[in-house]
């Protein structure tokens, strides 16, 4: 996924980048409401992370500019202020769940997981033929086999099976697969899908290359029958 981090305390937006991006997500920090204004206006996200207590412009702001745009990306808040009437305002506000402050990174992480299923349809895992993904806990295995991906093979699994049958252009990868600041090439793009590749096909898992336009995970044909039936 790629997640927007609007966080003013640079200790604890440190150790969320960090473990963010460890599980296999790419992120972008941002530490002013006005920066986290224009970086959800021009760029699309997964999930955004957001600190209420942010300088320039209040992250309560920045959400309900958020919303007046019909943007329905997930929204997890933060915030130093536990008293109810601020939960309620932020979740009326449009934010999906609230987190205070000071909290556990393993709680966090469970938020964010949970978040993702929500915006995938709530499912836990995709599959595709003999191939499972499991969102929650990012993971996957073909044939019943674990295999041994790195996170950014993961990141690249999981866009091309939510996109199962549809082409993905490589600038749409670098998008979700990478965060600001991140000199990631195409041709970086075309070493990752190499290496998922050499892990699939064995199974019987095949990414088409279209060449100048991008990349297609393939439908097994028992796949494709079911959902022409």
Same mark, same amino acid.
């Given at each position: 996924?790629?997640?927007?981090?609007?966080?003013?305390? /640079?200790? *604890?937006?440190?150790?969320?980048?960090?473990?963010?991006?460890?599980?296999?997500? &790419?992120?972008?920090?941002?530490?002013?409401?006005?920066?986290?204004?224009? &970086? +959800?206006?021009? $760029? /699309?996200?997964?999930?955004?992370?957001?600190?209420?207590?942010?300088?320039?412009?209040?992250? *309560?702001?920045?959400?309900? @500019?958020?919303?007046?745009?019909?943007?329905?990306?997930?929204?997890?808040?933060?915030?130093? $202020?536990?008293?109810?009437?601020?939960?309620?305002?932020?979740?009326?506000?449009?934010?999906?769940?609230?987190?205070?402050?000071?909290?556990?990174?393993?709680?966090?992480?469970?938020?964010?997981?949970?978040? !993702? @299923?929500?915006? !995938?349809?709530?499912?836990?895992?995709?599959?595709?033929?003999?191939?499972?993904?499991? #969102?929650?806990? @990012?993971?996957?295995?073909?044939?019943? #086999?674990?295999?041994?991906?790195?996170?950014?093979?993961?990141?690249?699994?999981?866009?091309?099976?939510?996109?199962?049958?549809?082409?993905?252009?490589?600038? #749409?990868?670098?998008?979700?697969?990478?965060?600001?600041?991140?000199?990631?090439?195409?041709?970086?793009?075309?070493?990752?899908?190499?290496?998922?590749?050499?892990?699939?096909?064995?199974?019987?898992?095949?990414?088409?290359?279209?060449?100048?336009?991008?990349?297609?995970?393939?439908?097994?044909?028992? +796949?494709?029958?079911?959902?022409?039936?």
């Amino acid at each position: 996924m790629r997640i927007l981090l609007a966080e003013d305390d /640079p200790i *604890i937006a440190d150790g969320l980048v960090r473990t963010l991006k460890k599980a296999g997500h &790419a992120v972008d920090h941002v530490d002013t409401g006005t920066d986290a204004d224009a &970086a +959800v206006f021009s $760029q /699309p996200y997964d999930l955004v992370i957001l600190d209420l207590g942010l300088p320039k412009l209040p992250g *309560i702001e920045v959400l309900r @500019r958020l919303r007046g745009r019909k943007c329905a990306v997930p929204v997890l808040i933060l915030t130093a $202020q536990d008293g109810v009437e601020e939960r309620v305002r932020g979740l009326d506000a449009g934010a999906d769940d609230y987190l205070t402050k000071p909290f556990a990174l393993p709680e966090l992480e469970a938020r964010v997981r949970a978040l !993702s @299923r929500r915006g !995938s349809g709530n499912a836990t895992r995709i599959e595709l033929g003999k191939l499972i993904y499991d #969102q929650a806990d @990012r993971m996957a295995s073909l044939n019943g #086999q674990i295999i041994e991906l790195s996170a950014r093979e993961l990141g690249l699994l999981e866009v091309l099976l939510l996109r199962a049958g549809r082409l993905v252009g490589k600038e #749409q990868l670098v998008e979700h697969l990478c965060s600001w600041g991140e000199e990631v090439s195409n041709n970086a793009i075309e070493v990752y899908v190499h290496r998922l590749r050499k892990k699939l096909e064995p199974g019987g898992v095949k990414i088409a290359t279209v060449r100048g336009l991008g990349y297609c995970l393939e439908k097994p044909a028992s +796949v494709e029958s079911r959902e022409h039936e």
